[in-house]
């Protein structure tokens, strides 16, 4: 029979046995644990870069097509410059007052109506260029509009 000595003997083995089981459980729960966590952290990680790169491609566009509209601006201005300096076009403005009016009102009134001053080559290109940073602002802010908006959505 068992006597006090082996019963004490098997009673501690007893307790190893169930305190090892014990503590492995919680170690294999813990390693569960820290698994599951790392796989939602790729998920999310996955889940981040998705909308970069959808961001990347709308961010493409958008400067695709503000480059587009700055190419096809400058052609125009071009154009315009050219036309200007070979003096196919005029700039000219509505006048308002002449020094030399004549008399009668109703003459007056037909020739202010009608007559136009016209501005010289240098003036007419500064003109153009102050035209030109306006539209450039324009667009650049148009872009940045329609950037936003598409993050939006």
């Not at 169930?18 to 698994?35: E, I, M, N, Q, V």
């Not at 009102?105 to 016209?118: D, G, K, L, M, S």
Request: net charge neutral; with cysteine.
């Amino acid at each position: 029979m068992l006597d006090l000595r082996n019963l004490v003997l098997l009673m501690i083995l007893l307790g190893l046995i169930c305190f090892g089981s014990y503590t492995k459980g919680w170690h294999d729960a813990d390693r569960l644990a820290a698994k599951n966590f790392a796989n939602l952290q790729i998920e999310a990680l996955d889940r981040v870069r998705k909308v970069q790169k959808a961001n990347d491609l709308e961010v493409n566009k958008v400067i695709l097509q503000y480059e587009q509209q700055i190419q096809t601006i400058n052609e125009k201005v071009k154009s315009l410059r050219n036309s200007i300096t070979n003096g196919d076009l005029r700039l000219s403005i509505p006048a308002t007052s002449c020094d030399n009016m004549p008399s009668s009102t109703t003459i007056a009134t037909t020739i202010v109506e009608t007559a136009r001053c016209e501005i010289n080559g240098e003036a007419s290109a500064t003109l153009i260029d102050i035209a030109r940073q306006g539209d450039a602002a324009i667009e650049q802010a148009n872009a940045i509009i329609e950037f936003y908006e598409r993050l939006k959505k």
